[in-house]
């Protein structure tokens, strides 16, 4: 897509992000994640506008015939995490107060049942497995760091719960827009549209009205996560692996919400979980620049 398409983007996310919150009702009437759902809505109209393609899964050929009932499974599987121990009464939250979150958890269900039945994500798993485990460390660093008092069960509930609804309905928002949209198609992104999609991802979370922590620290972090995911994306030539991390990075962290924590330790953990980010970006992004014009990386 050429960059006065993602230039006209990044400044149509700017100032949904900026000013739907603060029109009269808005957030009230649509819910919390109203904000994302529009980020969705408007990278599909650019897209379509440019003539470019959803980007849901690789241009390269299909793995034979497509297999339905992988796709039901998925929604098997989200339907399990929601009925599980605990996690009832957060589904009915959703329900009755963020139609925005529902509407994109329905499209985010239908999208990763298309992308399971089409088949191919059986060579993908050792990318899952990256994102997984770059989501999962500083994450597991800060809470170690925090010493939260949580009971084990409850939390790994509302974890799988968080971590379920978020890979569907970031897959429809937020990494369609940031990383489809603004970082373009994998076999032609570079270091720089990466970088870009990270900084509007950055400013996209802090000029949103009552966005908790520094502005300035809340940048950073959430600019090196939207590059760590940029390159995720990139390498893996695959949406669906940058959402599985945009979601196992969200998890722990909602499921900590309201956790009473280790006095004084707010500081450390902040700096620990942001020197590992760092750290995985430099990394990863030193994979994209070695990879060249290939179409995708390798791990084996």
């Excluded at 928002?173 to 270091?191: H, K, Q, Y």
Aim: glycine fraction near 12%; proline fraction near 4%.
């Amino acid at each position: 897509m050429r960059w006065r398409w993602r230039l006209a983007l990044a400044t149509a996310l700017l100032t949904l992000a900026w000013g739907a919150p603060r029109l009269g009702g808005v957030l009230a009437a649509a819910g919390a994640t109203a904000v994302s759902l529009s980020a969705g809505i408007a990278a599909l109209a650019v897209l379509l506008l440019a003539r470019q393609q959803l980007g849901l899964w690789s241009d390269g050929p299909r793995a034979g015939a497509p297999e339905p009932l992988r796709g039901l499974a998925v929604g098997c599987v989200l339907a399990t995490t929601l009925l599980a121990d605990g996690n009832v009464a957060r589904a009915r939250g959703l329900w009755a107060g963020d139609w925005s979150a529902v509407a994109a958890l329905l499209a985010g269900t239908a999208a990763w049942g298309a992308v399971i039945a089409r088949g191919g994500q059986a060579t993908l798993w050792r990318w899952y497995a990256l994102a997984a485990a770059v989501a999962l460390v500083p994450v597991t660093a800060t809470i170690v760091v925090l010493r939260p008092a949580i009971a084990v069960g409850p939390f790994l509930g509302a974890m799988l719960f968080f971590a379920a609804v978020d890979a569907a309905v970031l897959l429809v928002t937020e990494e369609l827009a940031f990383r489809r949209a603004l970082v373009g198609r994998p076999s032609a992104a570079g270091l720089g549209s990466i970088a870009f999609a990270a900084v509007v991802f950055g400013l996209w979370h802090v000029v949103q009205p009552g966005y908790g922590g520094s502005p300035l620290w809340s940048f950073v972090g959430i600019s090196l996560g939207g590059f760590i995911t940029g390159c995720l994306y990139v390498l893996s030539d695959s949406l669906t692996v940058a959402a599985a991390y945009h979601a196992l990075h969200n998890a722990p962290l909602k499921a900590l919400d309201g956790a009473v924590v280790a006095a004084g330790q707010g500081r450390i953990a902040s700096t620990l979980g942001l020197t590992l980010s760092a750290t995985l970006a430099l990394g990863l992004g030193w994979l994209v620049g070695r990879r060249g014009g290939a179409a995708r990386a390798s791990l084996s």
